[in-house]
């Protein structure tokens, strides 16, 4: 099962902006409104970010945004701070009742 | 506060059967949702292994489908993985979920590393 894909890394200083791409194809990212994106520090358990392309849950802070364009995903980061610097996941739905990852983002705070 | 604990051995030898559980509090796990297990192997980023309905229904990954078998155990509010003729490449942190509709999942166990080695 392919993964999807995604930068193995990024970087941008604290206030700036960055994002994130996730690339599938049209039985996955571009067929479904199901992209997710989490966020996991080492050591943590993943932490959900974003669902459904650009829904936030309860608690998470307005500097995360999601958007999608065909067969690409993208989260974007605003006022970027040092608590950011983690790993990043983009998941999709996939046809036939399957979840698949994207290989994962390092994001590093300068 | 839904909650999710995995639980099982830490070392699994070759060709053995790797079984662990995830008992689930704060939520019954009847009421709905899916659950799901995912894996990280050391220096690898995050691989779905397979998820079960609140109804008994399962999907799993292409590549894992002939090895993994999800259940659940409604009266014990757990739900359980399996997998099969383990190698030294299943060696993981798993980690259980709760999944929403989408397959987002929006709450995880701490996870639990699983070694498999002789």
């Known amino acids: 099962q392919s993964a999807l894909t995604q930068p193995a890394s990024v970087s941008g200083s604290p206030g700036q902006s960055i994002t994130i791409s996730c690339t599938g194809t049209?039985?996955?990212?571009?067929?479904?409104?199901?992209v997710s994106w989490h966020q996991q520090y080492p050591g943590k358990a993943p932490k959900l970010m974003i669902f459904?392309?650009?829904k936030r849950p309860s608690g998470v802070s307005n500097r995360f945004s999601g958007s999608k364009s065909a067969n690409t995903a993208s989260l974007t980061i605003s006022g970027l701070q040092a608590e950011d610097e983690a790993d990043y996941y983009c998941s999709s739905y996939r046809t036939s009742n399957t979840l698949v990852f994207g290989g994962g983002t390092k994001l590093t705070v300068l | 506060q839904v909650q999710l604990q995995e639980s099982g051995p830490g070392l699994v030898k070759p060709s053995e059967i790797l079984s662990l559980t995830c008992a689930v509090s704060?939520?019954?796990?009847?009421?709905?949702?899916?659950w799901g297990w995912v894996r990280r192997p050391p220096g690898q980023g995050l691989q779905w292994i397979g998820l079960i309905s609140h109804s008994g229904s399962t999907f799993y990954n292409p590549s894992l489908r002939s090895r993994v078998a999800i259940s659940i155990d409604l009266s014990k509010n757990q739900f359980s993985l399996m997998l099969s003729s383990v190698t030294a490449a299943d060696t993981a942190i798993y980690y259980c979920a709760r999944l929403r509709s989408g397959y987002a999942s929006d709450f995880w166990g701490r996870g639990t590393l699983v070694t498999v080695s002789s």
């Open positions: 704060g939520y019954s796990i009847s009421n709905g949702y899916y």
């Open positions: 459904d392309v650009s």
């Open positions: 049209s039985s996955d990212v571009g067929g479904y409104n199901y």
